[in-house]
């Protein structure tokens, strides 16, 4: 068994990948639906609106399942950290209600499906804590539970956690849930398919021409003629709504241990910021196995990210003792000015495409809450949770100060521009490190493989213009403004940006 921090990232659920593959669009087509994104907003969409009759195409810019859903933690539950007492003091306490009743209504339909379909996907009852291990925090768990009581949310306030934390005081959410998602959405797809559902992988969607039969557009030039679309693309692939400047992306990390001590079950997740953890059981070719996460930052901010691995592995040594480390990966999250997802009618004036995104830390759940709300909206049939997530909606509090601090964080980024402080020369790039690089003046991202040769690139990002940040943990360049992410050669992984970044040539003399 392995004993180290594996050298690259694999996230355990596509160890192997479930899915087949799917070719990439090669012609022109008309349908009633186009599903941009096949992760398990978009799967989950398609599959409920195939169920409806609808003709449906799911077009992905990669491969299905691997983007953030691949690299979850899987918990499926309306436990959000500390969020029912912000919800009250901003929402009032009928939509507070109201975003418990849609989380925990998303988690009776995944286990109702997983009943109805008979898939095999590791799904187990859980109960969810949120402990402190700092006195000061103890407070914030006090008004918490106190939010519970007025909303009518099952769970206590409590001194002692089943699993020795350290810690102060928790907070107990009973009967929540954790999964393997990628076997459950595999079954989704498969009867997608067999629903007449097509898959297009590797297929960019790079414009909308919006009317009342939008047309989607490839990074190709093909076209998809359909009545509505929905974008569920993580950051929205097509933005007329400023989503740009009202979400902003979280890094965290997870390793995948195998214990010396007994997990004794349950999902617990810290408020202690920054050194958030969070825990949950996996079983791994018949074994208990622990997933600890942790060490949230924003994207492109913070120290190597090889250090929140090694903070993360201390503190799992520290808690269970480790026999053997199986995986590592890292996710990256989207948040909104007020912590409630964007889901439903990108705006007013834009009736037939749809967007779902901005989950916080808690995409399971809120994946399922998109596909259940879109597919109503399609179907002109109310839904109770509209108004709630619609991403036209204005909360002055706390927008307003989040908007602030997060625009003035990109205002900065932008402005750092190419001016930065820190260069070091290519040559001086050892194998396997990535960092900022000057060529010819210009800042750009250098990274030396293992066999020694060099890959350049310009650290523009082709969103916006802000400037990436070197990702050790990953072998990736960060946006920090709004989370694009490139691979070593520029290559896009994951939007809004769509191009690559430039390449640049070096002279031999500069190797
Ligand atoms: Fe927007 Fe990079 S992701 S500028």
């Given at each position: ?156 306030y409590m001194d002692k956690l089943p699993l020795e934390l350290g810690e102060k005081a928790g907070l107990v959410m009973p009967s929540q849930a954790r999964f393997h ?331």
């Amino acid at each position: 068994m392995n004993s180290q921090i594996p050298i690259y990232p694999e996230p355990y659920w596509r160890d192997p990948n479930p899915f087949p593959e799917f070719p990439n669009l090669k012609e022109d087509l008309k349908t009633d639906v186009v599903v941009v994104g096949a992760g398990i907003a978009g799967i989950t969409t398609a599959y409920l609106l195939a169920k409806e009759g609808k003709n449906i195409i799911l077009v992905d810019a990669g491969r299905v399942g691997n983007g953030t859903t691949g690299h979850t933690t899987a918990k499926i539950t309306a436990q959000h950290d500390v969020i029912y007492d912000e919800l009250i003091q901003h929402f009032g306490t009928a939509e507070a209600e109201s975003y418990y009743l849609a989380n925990m209504s998303a988690k009776k339909f995944i286990e109702n499906t997983i009943h109805q379909l008979a898939i095999d996907c590791d799904f187990k009852q859980e109960d969810a804590y949120l402990y402190t291990i700092d006195d000061a925090n103890k407070a914030k768990l006090e008004t918490e539970a106190k939010a519970y009581q007025t909303l009518g949310i099952k769970g206590s306030y409590m001194d002692k956690l089943p699993l020795e934390l350290g810690e102060k005081a928790g907070l107990v959410m009973p009967s929540q849930a954790r999964f393997h998602p990628l076997r459950y959405l595999q079954k989704l797809l498969d009867e997608f398919v067999s629903l007449g559902g097509k898959v297009f992988e590797n297929t960019t969607v790079v414009d909308i021409e919006e009317g009342h039969h939008p047309t989607v557009i490839t990074r190709e030039n093909l076209k998809i003629t359909c009545q509505d679309v929905v974008l569920c693309t993580h950051f929205p692939c097509y933005d007329k709504g400023a989503f740009f400047a009202r979400l902003h992306a979280d890094r965290s990390y997870v390793l995948a241990i195998k214990p010396e001590k007994v997990y004794p079950g349950g999902m617990y997740l810290s408020i202690d910021s920054p050194a958030t953890r969070s825990l949950r059981e996996v079983t791994i070719n018949g074994e208990q196995h622990v997933l600890v996460g942790g060490q949230s930052h924003k994207t492109g901010k913070g120290v190597c990210t090889m250090q929140h691995y090694e903070v993360l592995e201390q503190f799992a040594r520290d808690t269970f003792g480790i026999k053997a480390y199986l995986y590592r990966w890292s996710a990256q999250d989207l948040i909104t000015l007020d912590k409630v997802p964007y889901i439903g009618r990108m705006t007013e004036k834009h009736r037939n495409i749809y967007i779902a995104t901005g989950f916080r830390k808690w995409g399971m759940s809120h994946s399922t809450i998109s596909a259940l709300l879109i597919t109503d909206l399609i179907m002109e049939r109310p839904n109770p949770y509209e108004k709630l997530y619609t991403p036209s909606r204005f909360q002055a509090d706390p927008s307003l100060r989040n908007a602030v601090v997060q625009n003035l964080d990109v205002a900065g980024t932008l402005l750092a521009g190419k001016v930065g402080l820190t260069f070091k020369e290519p040559k001086d790039l050892a194998k396997d490190e990535g960092a900022v690089v000057m060529v010819d003046g210009q800042r750009c991202g250098g990274y030396r493989d293992s066999d020694g040769d060099l890959h350049i690139v310009d650290s523009t990002c082709t969103h916006m213009g802000c400037e990436v940040e070197w990702n050790h943990g990953d072998r990736t360049w960060d946006c920090p403004c709004h989370g694009s992410r490139f691979s070593t050669d520029g290559e896009v992984i994951e939007g809004p940006a769509e191009r690559p970044l430039g390449k640049v040539a070096l002279e031999v003399e500069q190797r």
